[in-house]
């Protein structure tokens, strides 16, 4: 049967789940490598262990008509450490069992090319029915069509549910946000999270979030949702990086309200000079690249 996915305004509810946020002693951690959670039966939002990578990447997987897309694989390579692949082959395999469909593909695209966003690259490399986008701005612009338009919002369509996808360079030089119209997230990679915003190019992060500003106001945005957690529940206190035990952390999602904070903080910036410097606000740190 086919789903209907654009019927209707997505509704904003909240994520309702504890994640998991390491453990004092890393040796001795005892939560599943991944951490899979079902926001709804089509939406699933994974998280790699930070007791064997600390920057616990998140990462999404959305099952359209056709097929379903993985955005970013993790940050390590070794099956034994990151079981990624099995766990989606699972989590398809459950879908599939609900919803049947024959030749049912996956797609699997990334929010930028740093290391703990691609190791799991690896694992797909012999999946049938697998189209594997590289991250490196040489495969994922001409794929998205940004290397002929950089401002153009291009389309993925997974079989009814259609992400629009735009380049957000500033963080890296090919990241990439995706807007689910389904679910109303909508999914900033590393260029907006609850944590340190290492910013690799100040312009081009200004304008990216410019951009995102104007993007979000003419959609239904439910949440804003990065790849990792690096700040605390206290406003403006980050855990240091490398830690691996963070039980007070910031919840993941954000919401546009955040975007428009970020974009006063960079007004700011702008307006005394303009050069990059470190910002301390609730849930972010502005933070320059050296
Ligand atoms: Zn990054």
Redesign the pocket.
């Known amino acids: 049967m086919t789903i209907d996915f654009t019927t209707g305004r997505p509704q904003a509810r909240p994520l309702d789940v504890r994640w998991n946020h390491g453990s004092p002693s890393a040796k001795h951690n005892t939560d599943p490598d991944l951490q899979v959670h079902v926001y709804d039966e089509h939406t699933v939002i994974l998280r790699q262990n930070m007791a064997v990578n600390y920057e616990a990447p998140f990462l999404y997987l959305l099952f359209g008509n056709e097929r379903a897309v993985l955005i970013d694989t993790g940050a390590t390579a070794e099956a034994a450490y990151l079981p990624l692949r099995r766990t989606v082959d699972e989590l398809i395999e459950g879908w599939l069992a609900k919803n049947p469909r024959e030749d049912y593909r996956l797609l699997v695209v990334h929010t ?1 090319a ?1 290391g703990d ?1 691609v190791a799991g690259d690896g694992q797909f490399a012999d999946r049938p029915g697998t189209e594997l986008v590289p991250a490196g701005k040489d495969s994922a612009w001409p794929f998205f069509g940004f290397d002929e338009d950089p401002e153009a919002v291009a389309r993925i369509d997974l079989g009814g549910r259609v992400l629009e996808c735009l380049a957000t360079p500033g ?2 030089a090919a990241s990439v946000t995706y807007y689910d119209p389904w679910s109303g997230f909508l999914l900033t990679g ?1 260029t907006v999270y609850p944590g340190r915003l290492y910013i690799d190019d100040w312009a081009a992060f200004a304008q990216t979030i410019d951009r995102l500003v104007e993007f979000a106001e003419r959609r239904p945005v439910t949440h804003v949702l990065g790849c990792h957690i690096e700040m605390s529940i206290r406003p403006g206190v980050d855990y240091p990086i490398r830690y691996t035990y963070q039980p007070y952390e910031a919840p993941l999602e954000l919401a546009v309200a955040h975007l428009y904070e970020i974009r006063g903080a960079l007004g700011a910036v702008a307006a005394s000079g303009g050069e990059p410097r470190r910002v301390v606000l609730p849930r972010f740190i502005l933070w320059p690249s050296e």
Request: aromatic content about 0%; glycine content about 0%; charged content about 15%.
């Open positions: 930028h740093h966003h963080h890296h590393d």
